[in-house]
Structures are given as C-alpha cells and as structure tokens.
C-alpha cells in the first residue's frame, strides 16, 4: 500500500485548497477511503471518508466547507477545502484502513 499526499500549502483565512493523495497497491475502487488531520499539539482528527459507494461523511467542523472526491481511473483521491480558517491549520493525511501517507501541510493564516 502507497498514499502519497500533495496540494498542502499557506493559504489565506476563506481561501481554498485543493489536496490530493496518489494512491497505488490496492484496490482503490473497491476501497472505503479517509482523510485526517493532526493539529500542532493536538491529536489525529477524522475529516472525512468516501465509500466504495461513493457516500460520504464529513466532521462537524469541516462540514459545508470540504468535500472529498475521487478519480477511480487515476487512482486518486482528493479533498477540497474551502472558506478555510486558522483552526484548519494541520497536517492533512489520507487513509486506508491502518495506512497512511506522509501528509501534507495546510497553514491558514494572513
């Protein structure tokens, strides 16, 4: 199993980001994926999933703001994050099952 995340970046409080995780050694399309995030100081919070049905759920605190997606022929899944506030500022990681990538970092902040 391989996530590869990119897309973190600085970004303005209300401005947008688009994170993506490459992925490879699975079956992507069959595959209920994740999205977490880990906050300085603080612990691992769920974010959001997809299901192999293509349902999602989203945290209360992201809810409105991020959606997550996915492009089954490239293997990839994606979070778009939008309106993002200081409080988003984390390290921002895909998962599957009990396999994670490397992360990618988001700072929100002027």
């Known amino acids: 199993v391989q996530l590869v995340e990119s897309g973190g970046g600085l970004v303005q409080p209300g401005g947008s980001l688009r994170l993506s995780c490459a992925t490879s050694?699975?079956?992507?399309?069959?595959?209920?994926m994740s999205w977490a995030r880990q906050a300085p100081g603080k612990g691992v919070e769920w974010v959001s999933t997809i299901l192999s049905t293509g349902v999602t759920t989203y945290a209360s605190s992201v809810k409105g703001r991020f959606t997550i997606s996915r492009d089954i022929a490239k293997n990839t899944l994606y979070l778009n994050l939008s309106s993002l506030k200081p409080e988003d500022t984390a390290v921002y990681y895909c998962r599957f099952g009990s396999s994670r990538g490397q992360g990618t970092q988001v700072t929100v902040s002027a």
């Open positions: 050694g699975f079956a992507f399309s069959v595959s209920a």
